[in-house]
């Protein structure tokens, strides 16, 4: 099992805890968030149209979005697997990965909770360009609206298992590990 997706919201921890996952799977981490970032960082037409967006914490549309992730996972360093991070983060972008990949081909969708107060604490803690009161208090509201529901999605499917994200970096890495192996 390498298909893997990590659900939860900013500041939950999955950044970090995707580094060390795609170094224990071997595994591409594949995040719309860092890709996006680059594209804004290059200047390029994407970029250019994403920033705004980013920068008052709304979602880049689902068009836009699937088309980046279907030109990613078409490298030929997806066909063994892949950590996807930060997407799907709509219903619309999770039945796009469907269409793209075969019904059920995400063997598990792993979700990092950690309370709305904790992760606003974190966020203004790390102070990245985009973390400013007013866009993190929207993107935990588009969580709730936008991402929350696919957790029934792949709870439905049962590939779903939600962890813990208190405490420190090794015992949510070893949570996970063991909630992913457990699955297998
Ligand atoms: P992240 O690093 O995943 O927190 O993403 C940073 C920002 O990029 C988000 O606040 C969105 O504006 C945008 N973004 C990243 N991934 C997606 C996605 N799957 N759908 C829509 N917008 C996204």
Redesign the pocket.
């Known amino acids: 099992m390498t298909r893997l997706v990590i659900l939860g919201k900013?500041g939950a921890g999955k950044g970090t805890q995707c580094a060390l996952l795609v170094e224990h799977y071997g595994i591409p981490h594949i995040?719309?968030?860092?890709m996006?970032?680059a594209a804004v960082a290059e200047g390029t037409p994407l970029g250019l149209q994403?920033k705004a967006?980013?920068d008052a914490?709304?979602?880049?549309s689902?068009e836009l979005?699937l088309g980046i992730v279907e030109e990613r996972l078409a490298q030929p360093d997806a066909e063994a697997g892949f950590l996807l991070?930060?997407?799907?983060?709509?219903a619309a972008?999770a039945d796009g990965l469907t269409e793209l990949l075969a019904p059920g081909s995400i063997d598990l969708a792993v979700n990092i909770d950690v309370p709305d107060a904790v992760v606003t604490e974190r966020m203004l803690g790390r102070g990245r360009a985009?973390d400013t009161p007013e866009a993190i208090a929207r993107?935990l509201e588009l969580y709730a609206a936008e991402t929350a529901p696919l957790l029934e999605y792949f709870g439905g499917q049962g590939r779903l298992v939600t962890v813990d994200g208190l405490g420190s970096e090794d015992d949510v890495q070893a949570r996970i590990v063991d909630a992913i192996d457990d699955a297998r």
């Open positions: 900013q995040s719309t968030g860092d996006l970032r994403a967006v980013m914490g709304d979602l880049v689902d979005i991070d930060g997407f799907p983060r709509t972008q985009d993107r």
